[in-house]
Each structure stands twice: as structure tokens, then as C-alpha cells.
């Protein structure tokens, strides 16, 4: 079955970028989508088909994917953008949906 | 308004069946390309997608719960019933349903989930 790596945590001041990466197997021959999930919270989707926002998520979130890497990028991190983050994609071999291993992001 | 709410016990025994609903609304499972799926989450853990229900009733379950798991749908009730057999204190996890097919008028396999139930909590043990 298909993996997806996260870094476990990634910590960042305010103000500054954060960038949370999903490793995978020729990741960017397919969309990957990326959720943020706070403590005692289903997960929100923020950023959908690599780099799309749903409607309401703010411009300081952002996605990139190439090769066997993805990437959300958080701008300008503000406290309330403390959370877990999940990669997800759609394993077309067994037309299943996995989710990445998550990063915890940190404010300091 | 597009919602989705998970119900079920909050507690069972090992070796037992856990049943569980995902009741929905603002959309219809019978629209072509609509998806429902179930997520769990275990204290302190990743999420760990189970299976998914799509809207021709095609079925699809992770692997390594294949054998364990069964999912249904009632269209004319808007609901989704999950059924996870030999509960084992190892399940004890939040599960959440989640909507696929609901960001475009596409049929898409490789779509987001764009809304979630809030969870519930199960916990197995004796």
C-alpha cells in the first residue's frame, strides 16, 4: 500500500513560515490534499488538489508538490495555526484514500 | 447546510460488535460521485482511513480490516452504518465519517474530504 512520511513537528515564531512536507513515491503524479486537525477537532480541510483553498481558509496557506515531495507552506504563522497537519491522497492501485503519518506544528 | 454526525456507543466489550451511524444531510448519496467514508483517530495517533461507500453502493475497505469490516448505506434515511466486528482495546479510537464529492460537479476518485463529522469516541474494554 501506498506510504506517506511526514516530519513528525515542526516549530515556528510568529510571523515566520512554516513549511511541512509528505513524502511519497512519485507523490507529485498525483493531487494531494492536506488537513488541519486542532486538539479535541475533526480535521478542517485547508489546502485540496496540491494548492486550492476552500473557501474561508486564509491566503497564508499554500501548497506545492513535485516529485516525491508535497508541501504546505504556512505564511506568516499566527498562534491560532497550532495544530496537527495531515497529508492525504488517493492510492489509484487499490482505489483507496491514505492519509500521511501527520506533523505538529508549534508556535513558539 | 452540508452536515455529517457520527453516533454509537461510547463503550464495548472486546470480541464484540461495534455498530456505527453517520447521519448526514445537504446532500444525497444517490448523486453521482458522492462518496461517504469512515476515519478513526486513537489517542495520540495518526488518522487511519477504514473504508469508503460510493454512490453506485461500490464498497471499499482498507486492507489490513478487510475481514473485519462492513459498510451500508440507507439513501432514503441519509445515513451510513459502519460495522467493525472482534472489537479488541486497540480500536478504542475517535471515528469519524467524512464526505468525498462534494468540492466539484466532477466525478473525481482523487478528490478531498470537504466536511467531517465532529467523532465519537469508542472505547473496548472489559
Known amino acids: 500500500s501506498y506510504v506517506l512520511t511526514q516530519t513528525p513537528s515542526v516549530s515556528v515564531a510568529p510571523g515566520q513560515t512554516a513549511r511541512i512536507s509528505c513524502g511519497g513515491n512519485?507523490?507529485?503524479?498525483?493531487?494531494v490534499h492536506w488537513y488541519q486537525q486542532k486538539p479535541g477537532q475533526a480535521p478542517v480541510l485547508v489546502v485540496y488538489?496540491?494548492?486550492d483553498r476552500p473557501s474561508g481558509i486564509p491566503e497564508r496557506f499554500s501548497g506545492s508538490n513535485s516529485g516525491n515531495t508535497a508541501t504546505l507552506t504556512i505564511s506568516r504563522v499566527e498562534a491560532g495555526d497550532e495544530a496537527d497537519y495531515y497529508c492525504?491522497?488517493?492510492?489509484?492501485?487499490?482505489?483507496?484514500?491514505?492519509f500521511g503519518t501527520g506533523t505538529k506544528v508549534t508556535v513558539l | 447546510q452540508v452536515t455529517l454526525k457520527e453516533s454509537g456507543p461510547a463503550l464495548v466489550k472486546p470480541t464484540q460488535t461495534l455498530t456505527l451511524t453517520c447521519t448526514f444531510s445537504?446532500?444525497?448519496?444517490?448523486?453521482?460521485?458522492?462518496?461517504v467514508s469512515w476515519i478513526r483517530q486513537p489517542p495520540g495517533k495518526a488518522l487511519e482511513w477504514l473504508g469508503r461507500?460510493?454512490?453506485?453502493?461500490?464498497?471499499y475497505y482498507t486492507t489490513s480490516l478487510k475481514t473485519r469490516l462492513s459498510i451500508s448505506k440507507d439513501t432514503s434515511k441519509n445515513q451510513v452504518v459502519l460495522t467493525m466486528t472482534k472489537m479488541d482495546p486497540v480500536d478504542t479510537a475517535t471515528y469519524y465519517c467524512?464526505?468525498?464529492?462534494?468540492?466539484?460537479?466532477?466525478?473525481?476518485?482523487?478528490?478531498?474530504?470537504?466536511?467531517w463529522g465532529p467523532g465519537t469516541f469508542v472505547t473496548v474494554s472489559s
Open positions: 488538489d496540491d494548492y
Open positions: 512519485n507523490i507529485g503524479s498525483t493531487v
Open positions: 467524512a464526505r468525498l464529492g462534494g468540492l466539484t460537479t466532477e466525478v473525481r476518485r482523487d478528490d478531498a474530504f470537504d466536511l
Open positions: 445537504g446532500f444525497s448519496l444517490s448523486t453521482r460521485g458522492m462518496r
Open positions: 492525504q491522497v488517493w492510492d489509484s492501485s487499490s482505489d483507496h484514500q491514505v
Open positions: 461507500i460510493d454512490w453506485d453502493d461500490d464498497k
